[in-house]
Every structure is written in C-alpha cells, then in structure tokens.
C-alpha cells in the first residue's frame, strides 16, 4: 500500500498517471509514470517508469540518492540492492526504460530503440525527480546495457552544463557492455554489415538468441534462488533486432573513442566468462552474457578515475550471484562508497573547489 506520510501536494493534485502508486514489489515500494510523448520509432506512446523505496523505518537518509538504470531483458526487481543501499543512508529509485518492465506497452517492441540518446528524455526527467525529493546529490548505478547507456548520458551531460554540477557525484557500473562479444570478425566485418541491415531492415531479429543458460541460472523455476516476472524478463531474453544493435554498435563506438562522464567510477565485473548454450554449474559462477576482458579493456574509456574490481564467482549482474560473491560484491561496493565520501569531501576544501 502507498505509504500516506510519503505523499506530498503535488501527488494528490497531479494527473493520476504522474503520481506515486503502489509497486509491484509490494510494501515500501512506489512507483510514477513519466510520459514521454509519441515514441520516435513509431509505436505508440512511449513511457518510463521510476520506481522508489520508501522503508518506514525512520532511518536518516544522509548520503546521496541512488538512480539504478537495468539493462537489456531486464527491470528493477533487486529488493535487497535497494534495501542495502537504504541501509547505509542512501535514498534508492530505480528506473525502467521505455518498453521495458512496467513501461512495456501494448503493441510496443520490448526494450526497442534506434538511438540510445532517446533515452536521455527519462533519465533527465528521473534526475529531475529524484532531486527535488532527495536533494541534489545522486549516484548512479546501472548493470549491463545500462552501464553503456548511462555513460553516454553522462558524456552528453558533462558536454553540456559538467557532470559534477548536474549534481551527479558518482557511478557504479555492474557489468557493463563495452563491446560486442563473440568472434572477432563481429566486430571487424560484422558491425559494417549490422549498421547497414539495422538502417533498413531495423525489425529484423537476430538469428540464434534464444539462449536460456543464463536465464536458467537466476530463476527459482529452473536453477536459480530469484524470483521476477518471467514476461519481462523471459529465461532465453527478448529477441536482438537489428536497429536495436545498430543503436548498441554505434554506442560502443562513442565509448570506445573516448568519454568523459566527469565523475570516479567503480566497475564491478566477474572474474571469468562462461558462454554456454545449455545451463550447468559453471555458469552461476561466470558472466554467461559479456566478455569480461572486453568490461576491463574499455572501462578505461570512461575517462575519469577509474576502480576495476573483479568478482570471483560472480555471475553476469553481479548483485544476482550467489551468496558468497554477493557478499563480496556488496563489501567492495561499500569500500568504494566509503572511499568515495572522503574524496569529495577533499575535493570540496581544495582551493580549486571555490575556484
């Protein structure tokens, strides 16, 4: 139910469609619909969905909000990432792109785009939000196609006002995808051919993507100890369509001559890849999806201070790994965090500070 202390006037007299509602994931958890007008590619009305955490607990909330942007076939669902982060002061809102999760509409390609940058109309308007309730200072976290998507938005936003004075103070990228994987002809001849299909024949799926290994080894139906929504996040993901690559190709194309995000950066990745086209033990404790000397080749791209820690056990979104290497994962993260607290409070009594 919508917790009644957390509603403000603007909840009560906005549309109904841009107040705070009651999630899906059931108590202290809300979520807002953001409009985004007529979808460029065509398919109706486009929306994202920002979700928040409201623990009623009474709790300080001293550290800089959190923005959590998921990847491909994916949505938020992660409680106990939202209710770690809670723990240590943050206030925690994530965000479904449009057509993906609770923003998938009727009629609408999941997760289809033909540019990232369109992208940039939701994660504005989320930062926009997740100011005005939580104050100016935000972390962003992002997990695989995220992480690629967060970045440029990052580049584009120190571009044009500086990262820093956006309010934007770090970034936590949980496996992010910097290149293409596979043989190396996919990226030689192959991307010349996918850029040229994704510009005229941009519904065209991918051949042979159903591929349920990794799906199967997170789902609590299969082998797997978590629990979502299989119809937005199915075991063998949705269908690669060839406008959508041609988007991600020029994406890592952008990354990989060079960002600027303008803030630090923690990279967390597994130790080593595994790609298996049926599920067996070895894929809960690999990346089952991304090379993951490919994450470490490129993260140095992101062009700021950059901290590459690999997980041992790790599995391809590394906060959906099993026990162990989650702990791993969540004390490296809090590492980080501490670490990061201290420098921006040097950084903020530096005489370049005032300057």
Request: net charge negative; hydrophobic share 40%; with cysteine.
């Amino acid at each position: 139910m919508t917790n009644k202390a957390s509603l403000s006037v603007s909840d009560i007299t906005a549309p109904a469609t841009e107040r705070w509602q009651p999630d899906v994931l059931g108590a202290g958890y809300e979520q807002r619909t953001l409009p985004l007008g007529p979808d460029p590619d065509g398919e109706g009305e486009a929306v994202a969905t920002l979700v928040r955490y409201t623990p009623d607990t009474g709790a300080a909330t001293t550290e800089p909000a959190v923005l959590y942007v998921h990847g491909f076939t994916d949505y938020f669902f992660q409680q106990h990432l939202a209710e770690h982060f809670a723990g240590r002061g943050h206030r925690f809102y994530a965000l479904d792109l449009r057509k993906c999760g609770r923003s998938l509409r009727d009629g609408q390609t999941p997760h289809y785009v033909t540019d990232l940058a369109l992208y940039d109309a939701e994660l504005n308007e989320s930062l926009r939000i997740v100011q005005e309730e939580a104050g100016d200072n935000v972390l962003l976290v992002a997990h695989s196609t995220g992480g690629l998507i967060v970045s440029l938005w990052l580049n584009r936003l120190n571009d044009a006002k500086g990262t820093a004075k956006s309010g934007i103070v770090g970034l936590v990228l949980n496996s992010p995808w910097f290149d293409l994987q596979g043989p190396s002809y996919y990226r030689t001849i192959g991307t010349p051919v996918i850029k040229m299909l994704g510009r005229i024949r941009s519904m065209v799926e991918l051949p042979g993507n159903k591929i349920s290994s990794y799906g199967d080894s997170l789902h609590h139906s299969v082998a797997g100890e978590w629990d979502y929504n299989l119809d937005w996040k199915p075991l063998a993901g949705f269908p690669v369509r060839l406008g959508w690559l041609r988007a991600i190709r020029n994406g890592h194309a952008q990354l990989q001559a060079g960002l600027s995000v303008g803030v630090p950066a923690l990279i967390l990745r597994s130790r080593i890849t595994k790609f298996a086209r049926k599920y067996g033990p070895a894929v809960d404790v690999a990346d089952a999806v991304l090379d993951v000397r490919q994450i470490q080749r490129w993260s140095g791209c992101l062009g700021d201070r950059t901290n590459i820690v690999p997980i041992d056990g790790a599995r391809h979104d590394v906060f959906l790994s099993s026990a162990e290497p989650l702990a791993k994962a969540f004390a490296e993260l809090d590492s980080w965090l501490d670490w990061l607290a201290a420098f921006h409070r040097k950084t903020a009594g530096s005489p370049e500070a005032g300057a």
